[in-house]
Structure formats: C-alpha cells, structure tokens
C-alpha cells in the first residue's frame, strides 16, 4: 500500500501501548522514544533498558538515551531537557521534522514538540492500519491465545463437573465452590501454558447480566454461568477470546431456549462474516435473529437487558481493536481481519449467556481461530 | 490543601491508567469519560458497563452514554457525535468549561475539546498530585502486595533449594530447573494469593546483568540469580514489589563481596530515606558506598556495568510512579510517600546482585512496607 503519510513517532511504554509493542517487537515497561526514518526504526533507551533491546534486534538503530539527553540539554542550557527536546534533538540529527501520531499521543509532549517546530500529524484513524489484516504469523498468534482460552474453559468445566451438588449448592473440596475458585483454576492453567489471563469472568445467575462482572462468591446449581477468559499469549503479546456459558445441574426450558436462541445468532453472525460486508450488517444478523425469537432488548431502572452490547470486535495485540461488528459500524470487513463474533442476552432472573469465537475474514466462510465445544448442560 | 486548579477531565479506560483508577475506583477496561463538578465525580457509561459501575457507588453520579451521545449527535447533525462532542454537551449541562487535563490526555481529543471551546489546562506535574502520599488505607494494599511478593521469594526459593545439584546443572523432577519453572512457581502462588505478577524476574548469571532481562532457560548452581517480583493486588489495583538475590551452591569470594556490598547499599540508603531529604540524596548515598568499594560504574560497547540505575521509585496505583530515587531527583520526600530502595551492581563474568525493598518516609526512620529475609546462599 502507498503511504505518502510521514513517519510515525511514539512515546509509551509496550504494557499499555499495543501499537508501542507492534512497532517495537520487545517489551520495555516504562515508556520510551520510536520513530521512523524512511523505513527504518529508531529507538532511544536508558543504561537500564538498551543492551536488552539492542540484542532483540527489532530496531534499526538503538541509541543511547543519556548521550542525547546531554546533547539536548546543552542546546537548551536555561531548561532541563525533556522528552520533547530529546526528540527534537534526535529528529533533528536524521532530518526527519515531520511525523505522525496517534490519537492518543500524550497532550502535553504534542504541544511542546510543536512549540519546538516538529510537523505533527494526527494520524487519521489507527497509527498503523495494518495492524487490523493478520499475517499468517499473527493468525497462529491468536490461535493460540484461543488454545489458552480453550484450556481455561477446560478447566472451568472440569471444576465444574467436579463439584458436588448439595441442594441449592456446589461443594468442592468441603467448601462452597465459588467463582474465584473457577477463575483460579482458569487462570493457573493458563499461567502454566504461557499466557496470562486478567480479569476472567466467571459469573452465575444475576451477575452475568452485567457483562463485565467478573463474578464473585458462590455458583449455584441449575444458573447459568457465563465463562469469559481472554488470555494474552507472554511469549507474543496476542489475545485470544473465547466465552461459553455453562450450567451445572438441570437448565430450564427458559434457559435452553435463551441458550439456544444465542448459539442462533452466533451461527447466524458466522454466516455473514466475510470481506467487503460492513460489520453492522453482522450486527444486525444477531438483532434479527433475536427478534425473531421474540428477545427484547430495553432499559430498565436498574440497567439495560436483552442484548446490550456489540457482536464483536477486532482482536490482535489489543483485546479490543478494530473493527467493531455494531450497529454503527459501517466500514466493509477486510480480507485478513479476526474478529469475535459473541451475541449474547440477559435478563435478570432468568441470567445471562454469550457465546463468543474468534474467526479470520475471508472471501468466503470465514476461518475459526478458536476450538471449543457447546455443550453446556452439565448433568 | 486548598485546589484552585479546575476540576479534573479524564478519557481512559483502569487498566492503563492508574490516574484514572485512582479517580474512579472502580476497574472498566474500555476507555471511558469522568470528570469533577466541584466535590462530585461524575462518568458517563455505556449500557454495558452501566449497571456494574452504578452498584460500585464510587461516582457520585453515572450518566448513561447513550442518552448524551444521542443529545451531542442532536446538536452536530453534520458529523457523527464522538468523545468530544459528548463531553462538550455533558460539560457544558453541568456549566463547567474548564478542566485540567493530565500530561497523557489523549493529543485528539485534547485538540479537539478546544475547538469546541472547552478550557483544557495540563497538569503541572501529576493530575492528582496527592497520590503520592499514600493514606493508611493505601500502605495497607502496598504491604499486601509485598506479602505477594515475599509469597512469590518463598516460592523461588524452595525450588532453588528442592533442585538437585548435578555438575553444573540443577535438576528438578527429572528436568533441567528453568528461569520459567521458577516464574511458574512464583506466579501461581501469587495467583492463589490474590495477586498477578506479571513480567516476574528470574535471571540468572550474565542475563541478571540486564536489570529488565526477565531470565529464560536453564538456571546453574554457583551462579547469582536475581528474582524480582512486583505483583499487583487484584482487589485494590495497588503494587509490590521485591527483590532478592539468590545462588544456589557455593558462591565465590567476589560474589559474596558484590552481595554484601549491595545491601550494604540498600542499608545506607534506607537511613538516609526520611520526610525533607531530597530523592537524589538518598542515591548518593548508595554511589558512595559503591565507590568506596570500589566497585565502578561505566559503559562498555555490550552496555553499561556497575550500579545502572536509580536507585528507587515511587510505588502504588502504578509499579513505577513519583518520586524518583535518582540522580536527578532534586525534590524532597514528603511524609507518607512510599518508595522502593533497590541498589544493585552488575558486571558480566561475576553476575549481578539487586535487592529491594519498600518503605514509608516519615519525619524519622522510614517504615518497612516489606518483609522478606536477606539470606542468599542456599547451599
């Protein structure tokens, strides 16, 4: 693709900067310098950080922080010389005086770079567009992140099974079981096969209806329990994401219905997913499916129930990237894209379920990059 | 403190940003918009994090995204309502026009709220400057996440000493004993133990020479292994962060020197550590111990050797945060403050040694907010 775009500059660390970590390629902690000059990749690191990054040859060029500290601060003698100054110093040496950031490129260090004469432009949508088309390379990344995902799930059925129903309860080991026993479970076998799991949720009756609940105390017989893991891979950074939703005991013919009805959608979705259609109209499969059956989404005092998030979205070295499968998103899905497809619905009092995978955009069917079955009724 | 600084604007989601876990309380892992009305703080969230955030109670008042979206596309019916726009409609219904904004704030959106007319002021310095002195509450969490920590030296340690010795090899199970068993062994008692310890040290011989080397491989008896571990309390959001220096076998005589010179360090700089010293005084101290044993810092074309960083940081909400222990430091430590005091030397052939702990400046000896013994040589 021609880019007449300048190059790209950032300052964030690659924990919370997934674009830091795609242009990167090694993962500093604390946030530094990158840039581009043509199509080569400069960085600047601390004593503490440059034999590391220097040795995982990512970059072109790794420069001594302190060396251009110094040379800045005896251009600007009156002021110590911060980050701005440094990259001005810097960007001055290879005569690059244009770039571009991102949107959340941070304010402060925007304004003076501008004070100090640098061309910044924000960049007009993601800092790396490609980014959302997946080499084969990243399509395995993710694969496994859903392989990490998919063992976690394992691990939430097998505790599940394995727990002892007593009446109204599930015992293990002579105790309650609860969700923070499950999302132990989940996360130590995930720990154990290189990835880390943050915030899984594991949520029975009531709590599942507010999707982001991680879900805490005591899971019942007979409720749904919806199991959301989304692991990152240590050794690559990639997610993957999966959910399924599990009850231990007898479901209810509301429950299978409400179960059904989304694994529906779900189908319905995947059928849709493919290159050139616009991830609303992905969305809107799950709307109808919904309505079909007779699902209603409203606001109520205490919250919204029915489906009340998107269908999807992109997933990469951010567990949320683009693009978004909603109701605005009226963008035509690329060739190469993965995305979640994970309808769901919630009512308090009867509980919540979602189904989520993950696929890769084709010009066809699209291609699952997670593996886990749907059985849910744990007898 | 009286404020007469505007009230704060904030646009990110908990896990990145501890400012903004900080103000809110309550964990959202998409971004998402909160900001002051004198005393009250007020958010705007999605039907999908609306009724979870509500039931926190840590807003004074949750407003319901899609309403205000709603109201901000009425106003610009030429372009699609985004982040701005909504804030410009919320800000402007609550009569407030003006914020202070951190140094991080998105550059976008920064941008494009003064265009809107919005009075956007940079922090000078922190957002919330008061989270550098942590309440009793706030060292409490800190010292929870050290009692993860020492959990975590606990676990290295009896897989350090349950290894069996053979030539220059340590066994464990039949297997070669790895920097991942070791990180593997810490990180899931950190799990069980409510924590999450992620990019955990374990390095041993010349890869500890490299401070943020995470240690990969077979790890060898005789050899210093540096095991540095900051897990987070997942409860509270708030750090540990530990380090010890272990060998197992027989250590040399230059080995035994380094380590005794390095908590030699560690304890000069802790009786130096008090309400009113200035950061870079308390690393002086520690470059003086170094000198005066001798032991040199300097770069090499492989990197720097010796004492090659600072000497400590502020802990809490985020694992690096202010004040700083270094060479630049010239602020003074106000009471309440916690800080990491983590001298370490580092020369390639012999090893490197770090040792680290964290404590609470007050008007006298500092507290220890950490407890783990000092032993090293497990023979």
Redesign the interface.
Known sequence: MARSSPPPLLFADT??SSDQLYFSGV????PFIAFGVGKRRLTLQS??????V??ARTFDTVL?LEDWRARADARHPRR?AGVAEIIAEVSGHYRVRRFR?A?????????RLRELGLRLE?ADGPLFPEREIKSADEAKAIREGNRLSAIGLAAAEAALRGARRQGNRLMSGGRLLTSEDVK?AI??AI??GGG?S??TIVAGGDQA?????RGTGPLRPNELIVVDIFPRVVATGYFGDMTRTFLRGRASDAQRRLVATVREAQRAALKTVRAGVEGRAVHQQVLDTFAAAGYKTR?TK???VGF??GTGHGLGLA??EAPRLNS?AAVALKLGTAVTVEPGLYYPGLGGCRIEDVVQVTARAPKMLSNYHYEWELR
Do not use: M, Q
Not at 47 to 52: C, D, I, P, V, Y
Not at 103 to 111: E, G, N, Q, S
Not at 209 to 213: A, I, K, M, N
């Open positions: 924990g919370t993962e500093v902690h604390d004593a503490l950080e440059f034999g590391r220097k040795k001594p110590k950031v949107d959340d490129f941070p304010a402060a260090l925007f304004i924000l132990f996360e130590s720990l154990r880390l943050l915030s209806c507010d999707p982001h609940e606001r205490s919250g919204s009340i998030h567990i949320h605005t």
